[in-house]
């Protein structure tokens, strides 16, 4: 079981990630804007800088004996997507929302799981 969710973890960590690469790429596809201004791209490049390390850290790292300082990663990483499924939830973006559910239970019950 916990072999899987090292792995489910990894998943989700990097479709985050993955996630953050497609709108540097394409900055509208995030906001669904067919001309995209400066604030939008400042937004996109600050998620991007949180979400590429972080995704590849919280995706990587239980794979290694870290103890305590892993699960504390891990248990980040659920925060951080409990704070994104608030903000799809204003937004109403039904993608991100179920997204981000997944993210936040699989990151938090690897936290539990590695302590």
């Not at 792995?7 to 995030?30: K, T, Y």
Request: glycine share 12%.
């Amino acid at each position: 079981m916990q072999t899987l969710l090292l792995f489910l973890n990894l998943f989700v960590s990097l479709a985050s990630a993955g996630a953050a690469v497609i709108a540097l790429l394409r900055p509208g596809s995030f906001s669904g804007s067919s001309q995209v201004g400066r604030g939008e791209i400042f937004y996109v490049r600050m998620y991007a800088a949180r979400s590429i390390p972080f995704g590849l850290a919280a995706g990587i790292l239980p794979f290694w004996p870290g103890g305590s300082a892993v699960a504390w990663v891990l248990l980040t990483a659920g925060v951080i997507q409990i704070v994104d499924v608030v903000i799809a939830v204003g937004k109403k973006e039904r993608g991100m929302m179920i997204g981000a559910s997944v993210g936040a239970v699989v990151h938090l019950l690897c936290s539990i799981a590695i302590r």
